[in-house]
């Protein structure tokens, strides 16, 4: 496993998966067979409502607590709930996650922010990080922050590579973690010729080239499925490098593409409505 290192020290594996829209049986089954092929980056979320399996997936696995990087968010609804931290890691069971976000810049995202910054200070959270922020947001922040965070979780992919963000984010050495890595799976973006042709270069998948990309850029990439062959898959890329040439190639695809837009309207909605936890 490749490892990144962060600006507080710590390191986080290029590679893991994410759990959005996973069941909890299909999280726990995934999270589980994914530690025991090498993966040590889990990604979920208050909003995801499978911590409670993503932690039984992780006891299941065999695999050390301390080998494995967990990292949730907490929901916008959480963020003026003191005791927030303390049940989200009781759901995952677990003392302490390695990253813990701020899920979107809705509500009182300041005091969820605080929220972080105390869970860092007391070891509950190794590092913090902050989910959908950009724009406005982020420059916001930065007048704010006590602690400067260590990852932005974002949209990413070559169709859209954050150009604007990760200028402000190398300011600071925050890390960006890619979600919709593989652009949504658009059949257009996975059957560029040059994904087909480095495919066939490296004989691997266009999927598995653009995920390689991804960690060539110096981000972390957590792509999700319930099928465990996939898992494995997006797992195998770090045995083959791209040229500086190749990925010169891969930059002229940035077009500025975007496959989620977020609304104020639903930064509102997001504030106050509340996920159902899972009772066990």
Known sequence: MDYLTLNNGQKCPVTGIGTYLLAPSDAENIVREALKMGCRLIDTANVYVNERAVGRGMKDSG???????????????????????NETLARLGVEYVDLLYIHQPAGNWLAGYRQ????????????????NFEGKYIDELQNKWEIIPQFVQ?????????????????????????????GHGDKSLMEEPVFTALGKKYRKSPAQVILRWHTQMGFAVIPGSKNVNHIRDNL????????????????????????????????????????????A
């Open 236 to 279: 195998d890329i770090l045995d083959f490098s791209l040229t500086d040439e190749e990925m010169a190639k891969i930059a002229k695809l940035d077009k500025g593409k975007r496959y989620y837009y977020r609304t104020d309207e639903q930064l509102e909605q997001f504030a106050v409505w509340s996920p159902a936890y899972e009772k």
């Open 63 to 85: 695999v050390k607590r301390e080998d494995i990087f967990l990292s949730t968010k907490l929901w916008p609804t959480e963020y003026e709930n003191p005791d927030a931290v």
């Open 154 to 182: 974002m949209e990413a992919h070559p169709y859209f590579t954050q150009k604007e963000l990760r200028n402000t984010l190398d300011q600071y050495g925050i890390r960006l973690m890619s979600w919709y890595p593989l």
């Open 116 to 131: 972080l910054e105390k869970a860092y200070k007391e070891g509950k959270a190794k590092a913090i990080g902050i989910s």
